[in-house]
Nanobody
């Protein structure tokens, strides 16, 4: 069983919105979940994180435009993205299995989804 499955990516124009979803299997640690993204030729960067207690953290680029949430009953993590710009174009990944460190550090997570592509055109 694939531990994390993302969906919801697509192509939108500048100013548009998308809602990403990430469904997790029941047997992984979801105490802290996060969204990351990686554009071609760039390092993977943290976008938003959320603990099981509802504590959130956002990258500066996401603050005020993106909202991370979770539905524990459905084992689903969401990322609502508004006011999208071409700079948001990337493959977006869901991460789980937090093992300590910064919540927006890729090295802090042991489990990753396969990603969902977001493309924003001008």
């Amino acid at each position: 069983q694939v531990p994390l499955v993302e969906s919801g990516g697509g192509s939108v124009q500048t100013g548009g919105s998308l809602r990403l979803s990430c469904v997790s299997s029941a047997d992984i640690d979801t105490s802290v979940l996060a969204w990351f993204r990686q554009a071609p030729g760039k390092q993977r960067e943290g976008v938003a994180g959320l603990t099981s207690l509802g504590e959130t953290i956002y990258a500066y680029s996401a603050e005020g435009r993106f909202t991370v949430s979770r539905d524990n009953a459905q084992n689903t993590l969401y990322l609502q993205m508004n006011s999208l710009t071409p700079e948001d174009t990337a493959m977006y990944y869901c991460a789980a299995g937090f093992r300590g460190g910064g919540r927006l550090w890729a090295s802090a997570y042991s489990t990753w989804g396969q990603g969902t592509q977001v493309t924003v055109s001008s």
